[in-house]
């Protein structure tokens, strides 16, 4: 069946937030992988928050992981397993409970990520470029807001 926008009432995918809120982030994201790439470093922005996750959080497990980068459980155990190939990470059995196993970050993984937190803010600061400290705290608190609306 064939439609034509003059007898339809079709929503323009530009006037929806949420595409809008898509299009920054993944624009972003392809914007500081680029920079990250032309300066040698061969880690992902997805990789780097699942290190970034293990530094702050030594102890956390997979799925833990899985929620604070907002990743299906498969994709986080994939990046794991490329860090651990790549030697960024590496695995131990817990010695509580040896069912598990313990995800620890290697010297290359914290020199890298050392390396890549001194291009990051750049990167940060030429997508924010032309913001107010009052426009982000805005965008910070309308981002909070639809978060905690959908947990509901």
Excluded at 122 to 137: D, P, S
Aim: proline share 1%; glycine share 2%.
């Amino acid at each position: 069946m064939y439609y034509n926008n003059n007898t339809l009432n079709v929503e323009k995918l530009d006037s929806i937030i949420f595409y809008k809120i898509d299009r920054a982030i993944r624009t972003y994201r392809q914007f500081a992988q680029a920079r990250l790439k032309a300066l040698g470093h061969q880690i992902t922005i997805d990789q780097w928050l699942v290190i970034k996750c293990l530094i702050e959080n030594p102890k956390i497990q997979q799925n833990e992981i899985s929620e604070l980068v907002f990743k299906d459980a498969a994709s986080v155990n994939r990046m794991i397993n490329l860090l651990v190939e790549a030697k960024y990470l590496k695995r131990k059995i817990n010695k509580s409970d040896r069912r598990k196993m313990d995800i620890l970050v290697t010297k290359k993984a914290l020199e890298a990520i050392d390396a890549m937190d001194q291009v990051i803010p750049t990167n940060r600061a030429t997508a924010l470029n032309g913001l107010t400290h009052e426009e982000m705290q805005v965008a910070t608190k309308v981002m909070t807001q639809i978060a905690s609306n959908c947990k509901k």
